[in-house]
């Protein structure tokens, strides 16, 4: 007993002298190999949301309640969309796939012609060359970020087992909306225009990838849950509205949209989550240093 207690003593004494002569840092010290993109802080918070999905009330379609969603912490979020110059030094490190309709496309325009699978090879690759954690918004940190550019996707048609034709015809007169209003010219960042926490293009032609699985959600006449399924093969972007696609689609107007008209353009930006602290951070903290 003695013997192991003299020896984890000796271990700590050893980490206490590593951590007095300062040859720990706080945080990994890592040297940007890529330029780190324009942010925008967005501060905790909470807002009242309609999730993705489906929702079914006894058995029909029906809008999904708006509930309290709390962003229990601040984030930051790219305040442009990755742009083609930047998502091409990915495919030229060899990190990412080439995006559809590429050829030609000027550098300062979004990328796009990009699947969910491209966006988190170069999340990956982004993080690698910066030191930082990035990755893409949940729906919820979308919309929250977005503010008044999100578009609700509530039809306003109570569920009527007897005259489900109400529904349609809304769902088609959405549809039809979104066609006519179908604007299919790119433009550099900043041409579509800022919400009120600055950031660009969000109700622009590019929608925008989130890690969002598509759902399922059933209830009762009375609106109580009964069953949530997920399917992580497709997930939730947002943009002008909310669509549901394929993750390994990269042009849904070829196919691969689930539901509703297809996005003209997929896209997309990332949020960066804080640096997590060293094991020498966190020893310490844990010591009261």
Known sequence: MTDITAGSVAIIA???????????????????AEPVPALVSIAAGAFRHRPAGEYLRAGFPDDAPRVAIGIDHPFEIMRDQVSAQAYDACVAAGACGPRFGAAGQAEALPATGVS??????????LSDGTGMIWRLPTDAEWAYAAGSRFADDGLGAKTDSANP?????????????????????????????????????????????????????????????????????????EGRHRAYVTFFIQDAKGGGCSLGAPPAYLGFRLVRDPARPSPFARLRAWLGA
């Open 14 to 32: 050893r980490i206490l002298m590593v951590w007095a002569l300062g040859a720990a840092p706080a945080v990994p010290c890592v040297e940007a």
């Open 116 to 125: 969910f699978a491209d966006a988190q090879d170069y999340a990956r690759w």
């Open 165 to 237: 034709a109400q529904r349609w015809l809304l769902e088609y007169d959405s549809v039809a909306a979104g066609a006519a209003d179908r604007d299919p010219v790119l433009r550099p960042a900043g041409g579509f225009g800022a919400n009120e926490n600055g950031i660009n293009d969000l109700a622009g032609n590019v929608w925008e990838w989130t890690s969002t699985c598509y759902s399922r959600t059933r209830a009762s006449a009375a609106g109580e849950v009964e069953s949530v399924t997920e399917n992580c093969g497709v997930r939730v972007l």
